[in-house]
């Protein structure tokens, strides 16, 4: 089964699921989603992940992404090769599609959501930062 054969679990499926694992959540598995909700439109690269939990490279990224995506999808009852487990939690952007260099992850809105549903993360905007929408040049 690859990713594009199952239906994306929803926002209430992915709160329940989210809820049952998170003590297995790690500190930086956490910090890692928490960062990749607050990046602009939710996208970011392995690379940039791994630097925000401190990881010296984009695998340390990719092995703490995929530890929380096989934990999620057994939790869902959901099985996916090893290879796109993480897309559970996000779509991939090809490296040079949109001019990036690296895949790009760009996070699943129902994950998002449900991660704002558990009051993990706050619910803002994923395509600006509301402060910075609000603020009047010169004042």
Request: hydrophobic share 45%; net charge negative; aromatic share 8%.
């Amino acid at each position: 089964m690859e990713l594009d054969d199952i239906e994306v679990p929803t926002v209430q499926e992915y709160v329940k699921a989210f809820r049952a694992i998170q003590s297995r959540i790690t500190p930086n598995q956490r910090k890692m989603l928490l960062f990749h909700h607050r990046a602009p439109a939710r996208v970011v690269s392995a690379t940039r992940l791994a630097q925000e939990a401190g990881f010296e490279g984009h695998s340390g990224a990719n092995l703490q992404y995929g530890l929380l995506a096989s934990e999620l999808l057994r939790q869902l009852g959901i099985e996916l090769p090893e290879t796109v487990k993480s897309g559970i939690l996000v779509d991939f952007v090809n490296p040079e599609f949109a001019g990036n260099q690296e895949w790009l992850w760009v996070m699943r809105s129902n994950v998002a959501e449900a991660l704002e549903q558990l009051g993990w993360a706050p619910r803002i905007s994923h395509l600006l930062y509301p402060a910075d929408a609000l603020e009047v040049p010169g004042a």
